[in-house]
């Protein structure tokens, strides 16, 4: 908060107000900026300084990929490359900074040629038209699930007031996992939102998105959704972090004038399925049998709506 508010991220902050296309999340000892539902900035922050690493896997679809990537070596990005097979390997940018370097001033110029670079390179990995990876040197497989997380951030910001039915502070949750104690992976969430009952009174909300026809079945369909999140919030301990954590956000939103200042009171629990696109048509096989139902013994008050956009 304090690098955000009068630090080294104060000039990025700033940008992110400026610009509709990004949105910034907390992900507890970082936070990232997100960019079509991708993330444009991870920045890691501590008393030395700061961190902002870019996955430039995202450059494969952007043919004068080595063009930007000399660019950002210009701008003081190191470049990491893991070793294995060439389509799957890592690659990353990564900037290292100094509390007591660059002043602010140097840094938004910093910041906005950074996002000059990485912008279009993402751009060309979500589009679908686009299907030559640079990196393989071959085509590349189906990438549509990429729709979904640009939903997600369009959602997100459409949706990012205390005032209104929804605020969104949230978006590619996921639960740690406690591995010392081989604990079980679940919670992961596409959206986190408070749903306002009256002035102050929210209940928390995990949304699941789908956008395509091929993501309501399967593995990662609606239904093992649905019993994951039942799993999910048996856990009152998980639930009670849960409202602590939106609180918490909302207030430090609120600093940060990405929100508005309100006392926030978390209450009941609920799961939003939203459809989009081709994904709406399965929205009605559901909507009769969950749509608004309180399921039996819920005592912290689950409920189920089906929204279409």
């Known amino acids: 908060m304090t690098s955000l508010l009068s630090g080294p991220s104060n000039t990025l902050l700033s940008l992110i107000k400026a610009d509709a296309s990004l949105q910034l999340c907390f992900r507890g000892k970082y936070f990232s900026v997100y960019y079509k539902g991708d993330s444009l900035f991870k920045i890691s922050l501590s008393d030395r300084g700061g961190v902002a690493a870019f996955d430039f896997n995202h450059a494969r679809k952007t043919e004068s990929w080595e063009i930007s990537l000399k660019k950002l070596k210009g701008l003081g990005y190191a470049y990491f490359e893991g070793k ?3 389509a799957k390997r890592s690659r990353k940018v990564i900037y290292r900074y100094r509390s007591e370097g660059k002043n ?7 910041w906005e040629e950074s996002i000059r670079i ?11 038209e686009k299907k030559y990876d640079y990196f393989k040197g071959s085509l590349v497989g189906r990438n549509s699930e990429h729709l979904e997380r640009q939903r997600q951030q369009q959602i997100m910001r459409a949706n990012n007031s205390l005032k209104g039915e929804y605020f969104i502070y949230d978006m590619e949750y996921d639960q740690p996992r406690n591995s010392s104690v081989s604990e ?9 939102a408070l749903r306002r009952i009256s002035t102050g009174r929210y209940s928390l909300v995990f949304i699941e998105l789908k956008s395509t026809p091929v993501a309501c079945g399967g593995g990662s369909g609606i239904e093992k959704h649905r019993v994951d999140l039942e799993r999910y919030i ?44 081709k994904a709406m048509a399965h929205a009605g096989k559901i909507k009769n049998t969950w749509e608004k139902c309180i399921l039996p013994g819920a005592e912290m008050g689950l409920k189920y709506n089906i929204m279409t956009l």
């Open 104 to 110: 602010l001033h140097d840094l938004r110029s910093f």
């Open 118 to 128: 990485l912008k279009p390179l993402v751009d060309d990995f979500l589009d679908l």
């Open 84 to 86: 294995g097979d060439v």
């Open 234 to 277: 048996c856990n009152e301990k998980l639930i009670g972090v849960r409202k602590n954590d939106a609180v918490e956000i909302c207030r430090q939103y609120g600093e940060l004038g990405l929100v508005e200042k309100e006392e926030v009171k978390v209450e009941g629990v609920e799961m939003l399925f939203v459809f989009t696109d």
């Open 184 to 192: 079980a992976k679940s919670g992961r969430f596409d959206m986190l």
